[in-house]
């Protein structure tokens, strides 16, 4: 069996500085989950909730503009709910905050 893996290196704050690496791997059948694992590292502690989501796009390498990735992955055109709404509430690329 085939699994998917694909690696998001993530930037706070439209910053260069990097702010960690993320994976995500998922099994080829219908219905598998997505697991996400990670390292973060640059972020201060307890000085302010960093907003943690999936966008639809990804950017090329040197650009840090959150904004030009598009919209946070909602692919079941979804309003915008808390994390751990269900999935017919939220958008599913909100992952909630980190602080």
Not at 12 to 28: E, K, M, N, V
Not at 63 to 92: F, L, M, Q
Request: some cysteine; charged content about 15%; hydrophobic content about 35%.
């Amino acid at each position: 069996m085939r699994t998917w893996v694909a690696r998001a290196d993530l930037h706070a704050d439209s910053s260069s500085l990097p702010a960690g690496t993320l994976i995500f791997t998922q099994a080829d059948f219908l219905g598998s989950p997505v697991r996400v694992t990670g390292t973060l590292i640059n972020l201060i502690p307890n000085t302010k909730y960093h907003g943690f989501h999936v966008h639809m796009f990804g950017l090329p390498n040197g650009e840090w503009n959150c904004s030009k990735a598009g919209d946070h992955w909602n692919p079941y055109s979804t309003i915008h709910g808390d994390r751990y709404d269900s999935i017919e509430r939220r958008h599913v690329g909100d992952l909630g905050n980190i602080w």
